[in-house]
């Protein structure tokens, strides 16, 4: 199901970039993906990526935008007379925007499906940390305690 974003474009200001995101994200295309994470700061992204090699995908950061194409060379597909053709190998470009502190922390191909490790690194200075809460004394004048 493919929701029109168009109304909203035509009466938001400033709300341009999330829906841009909330468009591509309910996108159905190819190749097929899937997003897992294993733990509160480790994700990976799997892309199928049959019938691609190593020197053909690519994967690139920029600006907290992970990428990831393929683009197959001509000189490697055959010449053969396919009945039926069920392994797509079109190029393809999937982008993923990052959350801030996610880094890439390497990509394998294994058995067809590409995979890509992220992890999230906060900075010790932006984890919450627990503030002490200090209570005055009561000083003593005369005798009786002073408020």
Do not use: C, W
Request: proline share 4%; hydrophobic share 35%; aromatic share 6%.
């Amino acid at each position: 199901m493919r929701i029109d974003h168009t109304p909203f474009f035509r009466s938001t200001v400033g709300f341009d970039r999330l829906l841009g995101l909330l468009e591509s994200a309910s996108e159905q295309g190819y190749p097929p993906y899937n997003i897992a994470r294993s733990d509160e700061n480790n994700y990976r992204v799997t892309v199928a990526a049959a019938g691609f090699a190593e020197k053909d995908l690519s994967v690139d950061v920029k600006d907290r935008v992970l990428t990831i194409s393929g683009k197959r060379e001509e000189a490697e597909r055959t010449g053969a007379a396919y009945l039926h053709q069920g392994i797509a190998g079109r190029a393809f470009e999937r982008s993923f925007q990052l959350a801030e502190h996610v880094e890439v922390k390497g990509a394998r191909l294994e058995n067809g499906l590409l995979h890509v490790d992220l992890e999230r690194i906060v900075p010790e200075e932006k984890k919450p940390r627990r503030i002490v809460i200090n209570v005055p004394e009561l000083k003593t004048i005369e005798g009786s305690k002073a408020a």
